[in-house]
């Protein structure tokens, strides 16, 4: 069945040192892959999506995504955290064959320490 | 702001009661997501509507229901309710072209 896995539910990274968050998918095809991120209180809100194409793709708050296919991997990545940057963040994927299926992940929730 | 509504934002009701939460959709969407998030269970999928017509169902009990009406928004109907249904309930509309749901600001409902 397809899934989606955030291995790591809690991570603590000091402000201005960099973060990858790992999204690991279960599908035999390409989904479209997804980053929201959910603030304290919030609704989740969009960070960046792959569709196809370049496997580095640029998002909102200086976030970036690389697909891997090799790995069914989308781990998020920012090379310099900020305070403001602590949340939760879910990878999400879109099966778009057979019955669509909009899937997220468990969800990462970042500290952020000053 | 994400441009969908959710009403009320808070909800404390006593546990056998029946609540409503209203969702409308950003202008155009004709999908809407219905999302249950707890701390222990995360975020769940409970059901989605597409231009009034159930689309897909996930882990949404036999107590709750919903339905999307003629000018697309939307109703979760939650009865029975226990104290494990305390939660948020957030309410998605997708933007058909690009598969990215827009959130709204969630229903934070307190069963005592």
């Known amino acids: 069945a397809q899934s989606v896995t955030q291995p790591d539910i809690h991570i603590t990274v000091s402000e201005g040192a960099s973060l990858e968050l790992r999204c690991n998918y279960s599908?035999?095809?390409?989904?479209?892959l997804f980053w929201y991120v959910q603030s304290p209180g919030q609704g989740l809100q969009l960070l960046l999506k792959?569709?196809?194409?370049?496997?580095l793709v640029q998002g909102i708050k200086g976030f970036e995504a690389e697909f891997k296919r090799s790995q069914s991997s989308f781990n998020l990545r920012k090379p310099s955290v900020h305070w403001s940057d602590a949340a939760e963040y879910f990878c999400?994927?879109?099966?778009?064959?057979?019955?669509?299926?909009?899937?997220f992940g468990t969800g990462t929730r970042l500290k952020v320490l000053a | 702001d994400s441009g969908v509504t959710q009403t009320p934002k808070h909800l404390i009701t006593a546990t056998g009661q029946r609540v409503t939460l209203r969702c409308s959709p950003r202008s155009g969407d004709l999908s809407v997501y219905w999302y249950q998030q707890s701390l222990d269970q995360g975020l769940q999928f409970l059901i989605q509507y597409y231009n009034g017509e159930e689309r897909a169902k996930g882990n949404i009990l036999e107590r709750f229901s919903a339905q999307q009406f003629p000018d697309l928004h939307s109703e979760l109907n939650l009865s029975s309710l226990e104290l494990g249904d305390s939660a948020l309930y957030f309410c998605?509309?997708?933007?058909?072209?690009?598969?990215?749901?827009?959130f709204g600001p969630g229903t934070r409902l307190t069963v005592l």
């Open positions: 599908y035999g095809a390409t989904p479209y």
């Open positions: 999400a994927v879109v099966i778009t064959s057979g019955t669509y299926k909009y899937i």
């Open positions: 792959y569709f196809s194409g370049d496997t």
């Open positions: 998605a509309s997708q933007e058909g072209s690009t598969d990215t749901q827009y």
